[in-house]
């Protein structure tokens, strides 16, 4: 089985910022090119922060799910 199609999903529900934000960033570095992660945000600075970090590091992102209670993404290594 290829390991770049097992994809990661790690649930931050209930976690404040900035442990989301910190913990994404130690799951890229372990990420290889074309690996994705799935992570769930339920925080309100969380979820304004990591997408923001993401975007200014030029991650892939996908948002798959936007709720009052969580924000679901998927980030994609391209690096």
Do not use: N, W
């Not at 992660?37 to 936007?66: C, N």
Request: proline share 5%; with cysteine.
């Amino acid at each position: 089985m290829d390991d770049k199609c097992i994809m990661t999903i790690i649930d931050f529900s209930g976690q404040r910022c900035p442990i989301p934000l910190v913990q994404t960033k130690l799951a890229l570095k372990q990420l290889e090119h074309g690996q994705s992660i799935e992570i769930v945000l339920s925080d309100s600075g969380s979820r304004r922060d990591v997408p923001a970090f993401l975007k200014k590091s030029g991650y892939h992102v996908t948002q798959i799910d936007a709720q009052p209670q969580y924000l679901r993404l998927q980030i994609t290594c391209d690096k």
